[in-house]
């Protein structure tokens, strides 16, 4: 990711615009100065496998490669200019792994350029992105639509497409990006999927954070595009952590996310510890962390469990 | 709709009365001076085409009207002693047009009147309403329970009911209505449902509303009885006007409401671009638009949108 | 339930530590004043009829005592050191008939001690407990995860084990409870499954308590284990009584919660008379009862009502 500035009137005066009616919200104005923020992301072909393990741990059923693994394709994070694949830091949350697909990162205020290109040569299938949670014109909403939606909700093998965001004070939180061309089920449902996260104007950062998007695969109902407890994301924290938890889904299914010993504060002052999220629904959870020990994280719809919807929260005292 | 007024003390005379058990609270009391809001619907016979350009414009499907079209029973509006049906207002959403029912609209601190008439005389069913979000007493709760309930509940072919709401301070939001009796869940699988729109006190009208009611008819998947984007409503605004989207569902399944391009902000102050809505649950959202272009509004689990829950919503400029 | 005092600092002072991680939160902690509760529960072998009258009311179906009854296993209270099973008393809403188990009780600031033993000895299955809402260490999480999860989580035939729980300024409300051993989705299938209710520090008790809890059972769709109106709890309040409604679930499903005749206050402030609730999810309704007449209750997902998931709620006046 790379960041710049451009020139002109502050944030403000651009949103004191927008309200007017005079500029419309969340166009990118190259002429304001605003921080930009750019990301590189294609549509590429992978291998996964579901299951690397192989087993459920806790049901005690082996599987075979064959039955886990599937050629696939998801998004991917590249240098500027498409240079190279970004290596995967597996110490990051939704990193570069392929399922999610990279992580794009903002705050309230920044611009976002998201240069999209769709290396799914070989099954020939046209790709896009559209964006939650973030502002901006139609050109950049990634939709299909005949008669109606642009290049950018159709982009074919091999073609290249920039799609500009904005992050208005009402775009802070987790929220989901996607395949919205007319591949969109097929492509979701093999992994083309990540999450946006986008911090206040001066909201601090956490220490930990953690990417949980539920979706199905191969039949298994995944966490990150793994299922089973040893394969989903083992996430790390400390007591005295600022804990994020970004939870977000997509596919046909409505979700329980619950985590063992914690709970949590709702935006309306309720106590909280496990919250319903449906397809493209997501929420973000803080919290500092005080209760050491192996915790699971869980989907708690009982079948979505049983078939990989499950993972260990590992916190260490200081 | 007729409107008139009946003497007495005050909606907070009778609101305090109601609170000190002396008056049962949504007891439609004639005696009062408060606004009466009074309709005449009737469950009418109608054949209904749920695809009527026989079209799945995205996924480039094509139906034969028999397999789209049926013969059902819906909620029609009447003149005042059933003179005639009222004609249906194309640009009003929700209005005369069958699936749904006419909405019914009201102010906190209004009585509603409604007389039902069950012309559903060649299938010989039983009908009747049941309203969500007002106060009433149990003669006007049209729901059968055997030994409990009254002839609200189970309204014969030919016969007629009055059902005697109030428009309480808990009242004001958008709510759904919908047979109960006997013969619930296939008439509500037929379309016998609708809205209650109701304003606060004070509250501004908005200068667009849009009836959002997801249920599915003959295995589709429906908004307002209609499936796939051109069947479904189009709905219009303006840069600049106050919108507002009621959005409703009934059914065996749990929806997820998302917007392109817009994000609105939940009663705890969150920002919102999908949401969970499930079988009788209702909300409303408002926000002022200020993003033009050719949006999709669309069911977000992706199974339901593949057959049919997807809509176009259009912003011009002022 | 028995309930005793142990000396030492408060609970604020205990608080301020577990702020400071010196005290793990949640910890007992034997040497600090805070009340203690001490529960006695089992796993026992019951015979379980989901439609004792063997009868669908509204629906008129009719069925045999063989296709509604079956053995299964359920959580059951105790006197002090397993003297004898505590009776039953009717009036009590998820007292100790079995499904739900027995209602859990606590104030914020008490310590909760569970003492538990497995008595389901015919079918040699291990069982647990696993409580949501309240704070607790690793070993009394009462999960099974293998290479991790300690004694508490996998209890065998004939043996016992003692929960530890501290209920928290956060564990205000309404929360299951249920088992999480390696035999969890059966069990939980089979009827184990129950409520924890704490109250507030100052908070006034409910004149009326009712626990809702939905799940299935033998393919009906279940209220407190039992289907159709008749067989579900007939819950009763007065006009002025302070009425509390503990939602909850468990299993595969989402369901939404409705009360005919009747609105409540989110915790945002919003009003409400239908609410989803998936597996696991719960939440605390209260009203100042104020409509008298025989109302239902009732799940207003249709297939789920139409599988008996519907009670009465009879209110009558002072």
């Known amino acids: 990711m790379t960041k710049a500035s451009v020139r002109g009137p502050g944030v403000l005066a651009l949103l004191a ?30 291998r996964w496998n579901v299951v690397p393990n192989e087993h459920d741990a806790i049901n005690h059923v082996e599987f075979k490669a064959e039955q886990t693994t599937f050629e696939t394709v998801v998004y991917k994070a590249f ?8 290596p995967n830091r597996p110490t990051v949350s939704g990193d570069n792994d392929g399922i999610p697909g990279p992580t794009i990162r903002a705050r309230v205020g920044d611009e976002l350029v998201i240069h999209f290109r769709n290396l799914d040569i070989e099954t020939g299938r046209a790709h896009s992105m559209h964006f939650h949670g973030v502002h901006y014109r139609p050109g950049s ?7 109606f939606s642009g290049p950018g909700a159709n982009v074919k093998p091999g073609d290249s497409f920039t799609y500009r965001l904005f992050a208005g004070p009402d775009s802070a939180g987790s929220w989901p990006y996607h395949d919205h061309s007319p591949s969109m089920v097929d492509s979701i449902g093999g992994g083309m999927y990540g999450a946006l996260s986008i911090l206040g104007k001066h909201e601090r ?3 930990r954070e953690f990417v949980v998007f539920f979706e199905s695969q191969l ?5 990150d595009g ?4 040893g394969n989903t994301p083992v996430f790390h924290a400390r007591v005295g952590d600022l804990v994020q938890w970004d939870v977000l889904a997509l596919g046909d299914d409505h979700h329980t996310f ?3 010993g914690h709970r949590w504060r709702a935006a309306d002052g309720s106590s909280v510890d496990t919250k319903t999220v449906g397809p493209a629904e997501s929420f973000r959870i803080r919290w500092r962390e005080d209760a050491p020990g192996d915790w699971l994280y869980h989907c708690h719809v009982e079948g979505h ?9 590992r916190v260490s005292r200081r």
């Open 79 to 86: 240098t500027p200019g498409w240079g190279h694949e970004l």
């Open 305 to 313: 469990m049983e078939r990989g919807m499950i993972g260990l929260y």
């Open 258 to 260: 619950h985590v063992h």
């Open 17 to 46: 615009l927008a309200l007017l009616g005079l500029v419309p919200a969340g166009a990118p104005a190259s002429s304001f100065r605003r921080p930009v923020r750019t990301y590189w992301i294609a549509a590429v072909p992978v």
């Open 141 to 147: 909403d990634g939709a299909f639509v005949p008669g």
């Open 226 to 229: 793994r299922a089973f407890v």
């Open 219 to 223: 039949g298994f109902m995944t966490i």
């Open 205 to 207: 950062k956490p220490d």
